[in-house]
Nanobody, 123 residues
Framework: QVRLVESGGGLVQPGGSLRLSCVFS????????MGWFRHAPGKEREIVAG????????YYPDSVKGRFTISRDHAKNTVYLQMDSLRPEDKTVYYC????????????????WGEGTQVTVSS
């Protein structure tokens, strides 16, 4: 049974940083592309970062490019999201998952979402 646990969210001032973590169990972690999504109320869930199993050629949408960095530790079955220069519009719940792509969009490969971790950016 696949399980994942997100952590690291919190309250930060604009311009601040947070590091999110997501620990996986029950799947061949190194074989999957991993990603972080966020889902703000009233908006569609959007991907904010993806990283292949080899750790190279990470993907970022323009909204976070240059500010967010995804990484992974295979020894710990953990994927990280370093978020710098945070903006009020980054405030929402962040989720991780094993992900796939059809070439134009990214999707969750698992049949569920974790609880996520809340990020609040406010002065």
């Amino acid at each position: 049974q696949v399980r994942l646990v997100e952590s690291g969210g919190g309250l930060v001032q604009p311009g601040g940083s947070l590091r999110l973590s997501c620990v996986f169990s029950g799947l061949a972690f190194s074989s999957y592309t991993m990603g972080w999504f966020r889902h703000a109320p009233g908006k569609e869930r959007e991907i904010v970062a993806g990283i292949p199993g080899n750790g190279r050629d990470a993907y970022y949408p323009d909204s976070v490019k240059g500010r967010f960095t995804i990484s992974r530790d295979h020894a710990k079955n953990t994927v990280y999201l370093q978020m710098d220069s945070l903006r009020p519009e980054d405030k929402t719940v962040y989720y991780c998952s094993a992900i796939g792509t059809d070439g134009s969009s990214w999707y969750n490969l698992l049949d569920y979402w974790g609880e996520g971790t809340q990020v609040t950016v406010s002065s």
